[in-house]
């Protein structure tokens, strides 16, 4: 698959009947070509990473996802297990436990809870030095 590659700078966010709208300004020298020449209407399939100070690529960390794959793991629900002192625990107890924790009634609630994300990230490091030691 050939990409076009080029730096922008988010500047405005709006949303309007059929979804969101991004601003983005991109300086003459980094535009390219194809997409001057482009039709408007014309759809692309688009990958952005946002770029740090130090020119990296910054790391996203989808909670959300990462709690679900995390209460099916076998290994957190043994986890769970001795933190509740259990001798068997399924799928669903890990993630009332999760819920308990992180102080939250869905999932969902990691993505703009700042209060629920630092819990999640300290249980899972807790969880993560434990798996360690085995």
Not at 11 to 40: C, N
């Amino acid at each position: 698959m050939n990409a076009l590659q080029f730096e922008g700078v988010k500047i405005a966010l709006k949303q309007d009947r059929t979804g969101y709208v991004l601003t983005l300004t991109i300086h003459p020298d980094e535009i390219p070509d194809e997409l001057l020449r482009d039709f408007v209407g014309t759809r692309y399939g688009v990958a952005m990473v946002r770029i740090e100070s130090d020119e990296t690529a910054r790391v996203y960390d989808n909670r959300v996802k990462s709690a679900g794959k995390l209460c099916r793991s076998k290994e957190f629900q043994d986890w769970v297990g001795v933190q509740l002192d259990l001798n068997i625990v399924l799928e669903e107890t890990a993630i009332n436990y999760l819920y308990s924790r992180c102080g939250i009634a869905s999932r969902t609630e990691l993505n703009g809870n700042t209060e629920a994300q630092q819990k999640f990230d300290e249980m899972l490091e807790e969880y993560e030095q434990s798996q360690e030691s085995f």
